[in-house]
């Protein structure tokens, strides 16, 4: 079974602190995913990565940024929280072997910023 | 721009009856669609897939239709259980790039 582990299930930050969140996938996946999720909005792609070192925008990456250093860690870094990033984020990886190959999540982040 | 909709915000449904959930998307170029269930405070799992090159896959109690041509498909739960009081999202995929489109999910409630 693929896991993928987030560091951290619950945070509380201040407004203003850099906060970093950390996800580990055990499958060697190629691809990497942070999504925040937001009641009544879904879940909003932040950045994605397809290979080590490379990264790519998703929807909504203001105020964040994404480190992917090594092939089964993916970083999101908030360079200044402030509360509009409270939410609940999601890690989540998948293969480039399979073609049709599912996202798996772990288990998510809930940030709150005060 | 919302590419994949979910109109149902909720659905409230009777153990032992079937739960149909719905999904539209605008994006002709998705060729793989799948859905997702969420319990609260943990990650989405995983529950079914479609490739566009088929119209409907079954497995156990969920079966997805994808209907092409109306841009839609569904999920049909039978029968629909307590443990299956979720949220579910509905996601796709273009054809081109690794890239997850998702709804903005369904919360399903089976009552006892």
């Known amino acids: 079974d693929v896991k993928v582990t987030q560091s951290s299930r619950y945070l509380v930050k201040r407004t203003g602190e850099k906060v970093f969140l950390e996800c580990v996938q055990d499958?060697?996946?190629?691809?990497m995913f942070w999504y925040r999720q937001d009641p009544g909005l879904g879940l909003r792609l932040i950045y994605f990565?397809?290979?080590?070192?490379?990264?790519e925008k998703g929807d909504i990456p203001e105020g964040y940024s994404v480190s992917r250093e090594k092939k089964e860690r993916f970083s999101l870094i908030l360079e200044s929280a402030s509360t509009n990033q409270t939410s609940m984020y999601l890690c989540?990886?998948?293969?480039?072997?399979?073609?049709?190959?599912?996202?798996?999540f772990g288990n998510g982040t809930r940030l709150t910023v005060t | 721009d919302q590419q994949v909709k979910q109109n149902s915000p909720s659905l409230s449904v009777q153990e032992g009856r079937i739960s149909i959930l719905n999904c539209d998307y605008t994006?002709?170029?998705?060729?793989?669609f799948l859905w997702y269930k969420k319990y609260p405070a943990e990650g989405p799992t995983f529950l079914i897939s479609?490739?566009?090159?088929?119209d409907k896959n079954e497995d156990g109690r969920f079966t997805v239709f994808l209907n092409k041509s109306a841009k839609h498909l569904s999920l049909h739960i039978v029968p629909s259980q307590p443990g299956d009081s979720a949220v579910y999202f509905c996601?796709?995929?273009?054809?081109?790039?690794?890239?997850?489109?998702f709804g903005t999910g369904t919360s399903l409630t089976v009552i006892p």
């Open positions: 989540a990886s998948t293969g480039s072997g399979s073609y049709n190959s599912p996202l798996h």
């Open positions: 499958m060697d996946h190629e691809n």
């Open positions: 990565s397809y290979d080590v070192k490379m990264k």
């Open positions: 994006n002709s170029m998705f060729d793989y």
């Open positions: 479609i490739s566009s090159i088929k």
């Open positions: 996601a796709a995929r273009r054809n081109t790039g690794n890239q997850f489109y």
